[in-house]
């Protein structure tokens, strides 16, 4: 089993940044991707970044890139979601997941395929 608890969210202006982090504990002996996600109001949850085991891969939803950096520190058990130039539409619950097995990036983008999910941080962008 492994626990997820995101942190970081909160109330910004557009073009402001914000850093979540996401702190894993339990199983993290283990090689696991990480990848954060989205969810607004009555909309599915999207893939926004993931990031692999040891960090030399990283993959982004086209809505993001360049705006946003994932990153993770294994020492720390730590995944962050760097957010710069946030804009309106990037208000969300922002959601980290775990993913054991199987790590490319058809299986990475597909919230369906993570095996452990943090409960979410709340970001707003106002505009």
């Known amino acids: 089993q492994v626990q997820l608890v995101e942190s970081g969210g909160g109330l910004v202006q557009a073009g402001g940044s914000l850093r979540l982090s996401c702190a894993a504990s339990?199983?993290?002996?283990?090689?696991?991707?990480m990848g954060w996600f989205h969810q607004a109001p009555g909309k599915e949850r999207e893939f926004v970044a993931a990031?692999?085991?040891?960090?030399?891969?990283?993959y982004y939803a086209d809505s993001v890139k360049g705006r946003f950096a994932i990153s993770r520190d294994n020492a720390k058990n730590t995944v962050y979601l760097q957010m710069n130039s946030l804009k309106p539409e990037d208000t969300a619950v922002y959601y980290c997941?775990?993913?054991?097995?199987?790590?490319?990036?058809?299986?990475?983008?597909?919230?369906?395929?993570?095996?452990?999910w943090g409960q979410g941080t709340q970001v707003t962008v106002s505009s």
């Open positions: 339990g199983r993290t002996s283990s090689s696991y991707a």
């Open positions: 997941a775990a993913k054991f097995v199987g790590t490319n990036y058809d299986v990475l983008v597909n919230a369906r395929r993570y095996d452990y």
């Open positions: 990031i692999s085991w040891r960090g030399g891969t990283t």
